[in-house]
């Protein structure tokens, strides 16, 4: 038996544990590990600078998510205490009624059990998987990034410290302490223990862990997202949400990619879009119809509908107002975010009502579109499957719920 | 391209169009489609008996199935009217904020797209897993039982010119007109088209499905439930819910497979049990402690803590208190229905918190686990799976959820 499936097995026993935590202990466990991080700070920024000075060549951007410096170290304590401060998600009742038999019937939500979270380079991940997990009752498996593996292991050791403190299992968290491919294949096998994998990553990553595992897992693809300015938007409102939407952070999936406008909007609100954009040193890749009007503009290409950039390029067509922009979505979007901007509350109804994405926004920037700013809290991603969890995933996503129904001698005629 | 292949195409087609369609269309359809079963309900008959008549040698128990007699037929015109008559779950909110920013931010039920039920030879399911998922706005793609092809495709036929009467896409139902099995495997292949699989049947069908897709499957699985009974258990009470959760229905999948007893209950509560149990023809196989109490009971083997009888056949075993009971089900359960009889609300809420099943019942028949007895209407089946659906799968477990944020022109800080 390997590693992986040793660690499957004992986050199994914890699991059944965790079930039976009060709220308070669990509440304690997270603000203890943030404690024991805090305590353990020189050894967690000790590791990281081991695991930069090993891990060779970096480009830039993957040193950045390889570092744990004051600021990332700050946000991963608060991470864990605001998890601390959430409402409790485990116990809530989702439904409750008391039958013509008298049998009272609730819809309990209850932890899934065992999560294993498969991720690469940024240790934040870590204990960010941690705090969500731990929140909702359930066990987690880690398996980081080989570049941050002693970095992760400092911050796995100081949260297992810490859930012993509290009363809870040690097995409550576990990182999977190798380098070794095999390991995470011999995870993928353990559908007997793991009720769950939510892989952060490239879509490669997550594409080669869908299809390796009969486990369930909470896929996190493409944001290809798009705006449609309607004719009658404020123009003042579409330059600034459609700037806000590409611009704000060009590099995570709730970013602006294509931006559809309809073909009977004034010229004046495309140009003001069109020069707001360039002003903020976007490239635009435009339809025939757009690059007329728009000095500077690239003609768009067919592959270039179905891109996401990840850049500071945008895509723009001009479609045959809503029903142009509904097809195009349709035909194009990944199903994780996209908005309308306009003044019609009709329009906007119509535009919520056809749009299948996990995320429908009216008059609102892309980038809101997230656990934070809906509310939610910390959550571990931002699923794009359409069953159990879409959008933010957070403490709520993590757990599923039991049938409880309490009768005094029903049967059944 | 395959007849699996169009069909999940067009399912997807008519998925668009149902998710923008008004309730009242929807349970107009239902009810017209109970219409038109009655309508031609002499064709149904006789497609039924040339079913029978074709179906070669057949056991009695697989004729019953395969029978659309009086009562069943009566039986698939109510369940869609019922479906007609509950509360529509499309569009429901399920949670809803206004954040500090003014953004609105919705949490609404709206269809999962298309699922695809493949079943065995009960017609019913063809008009029981169609009001279903018509309900909640979904499109339907069933692929029934060789043996009752031409039943199902009346049946079919009469839904289908029943959707289009009441404005909805003829797509909405289809059904796969063949017997042949390549095209459950070309269906199997469809994820672009189709977001969820329901298989109805035994478990080797549904493991098959499960296996050969990467579709999610919503599986069914075997129901070994348990009664464990308290020490204090009233007599009377645990001798009624015992026989009824065990002699109700043998063959269903809520019924009693294993009965716990505390070694602390009395003689008395012991042999009431097991005499109520003999007189209803029940056999019984018991552990030694079990056996040297009850005159004529048969030595129970390892496999019987396994097994799922579907007969009138019971395992019983005397444990050492609650958590003798806890630890045997965490070992042998199927996560279905357990339930335990007492007259302690402590012991109840440990075994309510500790057991990790679909259905957690207290002083409760394990029959009454499911969908009419929960107050959920119609149901397509029973799920033993964790994630999304967990117990009865009704209206409201066959929709999904989207985030809908409406603004005034938020922007990401």
């Known amino acids: 038996m390997g590693i992986a499936e040793q660690m499957a097995r004992r986050a199994k026993d914890a699991a059944q544990v965790l079930r039976t935590v009060t709220p308070a202990c669990r509440a304690e466990a997270l603000n203890k590990m943030a404690d024991k991080l805090i305590a353990c700070k020189d050894e967690v920024l000790r590791a990281n600078a081991d695991d930069i000075a090993n891990a060779g060549e970096l480009t830039p951007a993957f040193k950045k998510r390889l570092t744990v410096d004051e600021k990332v170290f700050n946000y991963m304590v608060k991470r864990l205490q605001e998890a601390a401060a959430l409402p409790d998600p485990v116990g809530r009742i989702i439904e409750a009624r008391t039958m013509p038999s008298g049998l009272q019937v609730k819809r309990v939500a209850v932890p899934i059990g065992v999560i294993a979270m498969i991720y690469e380079a940024r240790p934040n991940v870590t204990t960010d998987a941690a705090a969500v997990a731990l929140k909702s009752g359930n066990a987690v498996v880690l398996k980081g990034g080989s570049e941050s593996l002693r970095t992760n292991m400092v911050l796995a050791q100081a949260m297992r410290e810490a859930a012993v403190e509290a009363g809870l299992p040690a097995d409550a ?237 029903q049967l059944r005629d």
Chains 1, 2 share one sequence.
């Open 173 to 409: 968290v576990q990182l999977i302490p190798s380098t070794d491919r095999a390991d995470v294949a011999e995870l993928l096998k353990q559908d007997e223990f793991i009720d769950l994998i939510i892989p952060r990553g490239g879509k490669s990553l997550i594409k080669a862990i869908a299809e390796g595992t009969r486990i369930p897992v909470l896929k996190h693809y493409d944001g290809i997202c798009h705006q449609f300015v309607a004719a009658d938007a404020d123009v003042d409102m579409a330059v600034n949400v459609v700037v806000n939407s590409k611009c704000q952070n060009v590099a995570v999936c709730n970013a602006l990619e294509t931006l559809l406008i309809d073909s009977a909007a004034s010229d004046v609100l495309v140009k003001s879009i069109a020069r707001a954009l360039q002003e903020h040193g976007v490239e635009l890749r435009g339809c025939p119809a757009f690059c007329s009007i728009v000095p500077g503009c690239i003609p768009a290409t067919d592959d270039d509908w179905d891109s996401e950039y990840l850049s500071s390029i945008l895509s723009v067509k001009m479609v045959d107002g809503i029903r142009g922009a509904m097809k195009h979505i349709a035909e194009h979007g990944s199903g994780h975010t996209d908005g309308i901007i306009t003044s019609s509350d009709a329009l906007a109804a119509e535009f919520v009502t056809n749009v299948d994405s996990a995320s429908v926004l009216v008059n609102a920037s892309t980038r809101l579109s997230g656990g934070g700013d809906y509310g939610m809290g910390a959550v571990v991603g931002i699923s794009t499957d359409r069953l159990h969890a879409r959008g933010p995933v957070g403490p709520a996503e993590l757990c599923t719920y039991k049938w409880v129904a309490v009768g005094t001698g």
